[in-house]
């Protein structure tokens, strides 16, 4: 399995990036949620937002109202559409999945078990 992202850069505060997760080697339809995560330099990794296979998504109170996660089954794609950018916002991006008969989708763990390499999201006053 490998989860694939980008769409990060650089950008001042005010603007907008769409990350991009696509997921090769296991079918879409068998992951049970996906997520986003970001870990800035000398800060402990933070869960900015998921998504369950029934759409239903989840925010960090911090992004709330200024990112949406969506997914696109046909192209095996993951989401991040972040607007309204601001310099705390600045860190590497993750993407996650959890899949069918793992532990996360049993509910034993907050683990989704697979993750991508990261994207690196800057941005600058």
């Known amino acids: 399995v490998q989860l694939v992202e980008s769409g990060g850069g650089s950008v001042q505060a005010g603007g907008s990036l769409k990350l991009s997760c696509v997921v090769s080697?296991?079918?879409?339809?068998?992951?049970?949620?996906m997520g986003w995560y970001r870990q800035a330099p000398g800060k402990e990794r933070e869960l900015v937002s998921t998504i369950s296979s029934d759409g239903t998504a989840t925010y960090a109170d911090s992004v709330k109202g200024r990112f949406t996660i969506s997914q696109d089954h046909p192209k095996d794609t993951l989401y991040l559409q972040m607007n309204s950018l601001k310099t705390e916002d600045t860190a590497v991006y993750y993407c996650a999945a959890a899949f069918y008969g793992s532990a996360y989708c049993s509910g034993t763990t907050a683990d989704f078990g697979f993750w991508g390499q990261g994207t690196q999201v800057t941005v600058s006053s």
């Open positions: 080697g296991y079918t879409f339809f068998s992951t049970c949620g």
